[in-house]
């Protein structure tokens, strides 16, 4: 694996060092990734961007910010979350997030938000946050809000979640709790989530405000098929880490789910 590694400007006042990972395969709205990154007030930022043999013209697109990404890849991977963790183990950040390419982060302040949330309890193992939907193509379409305030662990067992655009770590957690779990396509995510907030016993914090910004259309979020997989694999994922649960239990959740899509920030 060749990694291009352009070096990180530091600055003092800064203390935190945060990596933002965005990976991609054939996707040119990874544009607005990138700027909102590049835009944010927060400038001890290390960004790395993963794309998986892009041929679309994404890969040049990304090249194009030249020095702005401080470490790219670009080669063939086992899925999206090979992809992330490729991008986790050349991270040198103290705190870790993920920002896909569809999406985009919702203000300049996000990152300072972050850090200093971290900065300011260093018992503070991770935190999460809301994230808007958007229609694909208009951003200012907002189509379903979601506030992760409510989630509680026992949540999981219903398949919800907090909103894991949202979700920053301290990096050394994945040293002790493993990385991103490659046998599962779309719900190593939701996997990974409870194997750090319910079984790790991570210390972790919600914040009261919309971080990301999400496109409608995703690999979780488009169509039927992909719901009934994204299911199948949420039920795998509690098996795997001891907690029971039954279909019944995870498809009851869109019975709450709706509100999300009428009461919109």
Do not use: C
């Not at 070096?7 to 040119?28: D, G």
């Not at 992809?83 to 990152?111: E, H, Q, R």
């Amino acid at each position: 694996m060749i990694v291009i590694t352009i070096p990180l400007r530091f600055t003092e006042i800064y203390m935190i060092k945060i990596s933002i990972i965005t990976v991609v395969y054939n996707n040119k709205l990874i544009t607005d990734a990138i700027k909102s990154v590049l835009n944010q007030n927060y400038k001890n930022v290390e960004y790395i961007v993963i794309d998986g043999g892009s041929n679309d013209g994404t890969l040049e697109i990304v090249k194009a910010y030249g020095k702005s990404i401080n470490k790219l890849v670009s080669e063939p991977d086992h899925g999206i979350y090979d992809a992330i963790n490729k991008g986790i183990k050349i991270a040198t950040g103290d705190v870790i997030g993920i920002l896909n390419s569809d999406d985009f982060f919702s203000n300049n302040n996000v990152l300072t938000n972050i850090t200093q949330e971290f900065d300011t309890d260093e018992n503070i193992e991770a935190l999460y946050a809301d994230v808007a939907f958007v229609d694909r193509f208009d951003t200012n379409n907002v189509l379903r809000y979601y506030s992760s305030k409510r989630f509680r662990p026992w949540m999981f067992r219903f398949g919800f979640q907090p909103a894991h655009p949202t979700f920053y770590v301290r990096k050394d957690v994945f040293g002790k709790l493993g990385y991103y779990r490659t046998d599962l396509g779309i719900a190593g995510d939701f996997e990974l989530l409870i194997r750090f907030l319910q079984k790790g016993k991570l210390r972790y914090k919600y914040i009261n405000k919309q971080l990301v910004t999400m496109r409608i259309g995703g690999v979780s979020t488009s169509g039927l098929s992909s719901i009934k997989k994204l299911n199948s694999e949420i039920k795998l994922a509690l098996k795997l880490n001891g907690i029971y649960s039954n279909n019944l239990f995870i498809y009851s959740k869109y019975f709450i789910k709706w509100w999300g899509f009428i009461f919109k920030k």
